[in-house]
C-alpha cells in the first residue's frame, strides 16, 4: 500500500451511523439507510426508543435515476422503501430508505410492529410490485384483484383511458 492511500484512509472521514446503520441527513431530518436484513431489527430498536408511530410507508422506483445520492457503502437498487417514524414524546421523527433489488422486490413486513402499516404496504404492493413478506393480507388495495402491472413503476405502459364529455347533460348538471 502507498503512503498516499494509508493517509488517505487515515483522514478519510468515519461514516456516522445509528444503532450500527448509516446515518445520513436530508434538511435536518436524519435518516437511516438499514439493509433488508437490517430493516425490522431497525424498526424494532426505534420503536423501542419511543419511535411509536408509523406515519407513512411508501416507496421508489429509481429506474431512471439509478445515481442518486447515498452514504458510502450503501448501493443503489432499483426501488427504494422509505418509512417515516414519529417519536410523539421527544417531538423527533426519523426517516428510514431500504434499497430493495429488483431482482428479488421483497422486504419484510412491519404489521406486527406497526398494524397501521398494513395499508400502506398493501399500496406499496398495488403500486409497485413489492412483496412485503408474512403480511396478513397483501391484495391489491386500490387497482381492481385481475389488473395486470403495477401502475408506478417506470417502465409500465401509461396507456390511456379516454374522458367521456356528452353534451346531453343540461348545463346545471355539468358544474
Not at 65 to 70: E, G, K, N, Y
Not at 135 to 161: A, V
Amino acid at each position: 500500500m502507498s503512503d498516499t492511500t494509508e493517509s488517505q484512509q487515515a483522514t478519510a472521514p468515519e461514516m456516522p451511523t445509528l444503532y450500527g446503520v448509516p446515518l445520513g441527513d436530508s434538511h435536518g431530518q436524519r435518516v437511516l439507510h438499514p439493509t433488508r436484513a437490517q430493516y425490522v431489527k431497525t424498526v424494532r430498536t426505534l420503536l423501542d426508543d419511543t419511535f411509536v408511530m408509523c406515519a407513512d410507508l411508501t416507496a421508489v422506483d429509481y429506474l431512471t435515476f439509478p445515481d442518486r445520492a447515498l452514504p458510502a457503502g450503501v448501493a443503489a437498487e432499483r426501488f427504494e422503501i422509505v418509512v417515516n417514524l414519529l417519536s410523539v414524546e421527544r417531538r423527533e421523527r426519523i426517516r428510514l430508505r431500504v434499497q430493495v433489488p429488483a431482482d428479488d422486490a421483497t422486504i419484510p413486513t412491519l404489521f406486527d410492529l406497526y398494524p397501521g402499516s398494513e395499508a400502506m404496504e398493501r399500496e406499496v404492493y398495488d403500486m409497485f410490485g413489492i412483496v412485503f413478506t408474512d403480511h396478513p393480507d397483501l391484495t391489491r388495495i386500490l387497482m381492481p384483484e385481475d389488473w395486470e402491472g403495477f401502475p408506478l413503476r417506470k417502465d409500465y405502459d401509461q396507456g390511456r383511458i379516454p374522458v367521456q364529455f356528452s353534451a346531453d347533460f343540461p348545463a346545471k348538471e355539468r358544474g
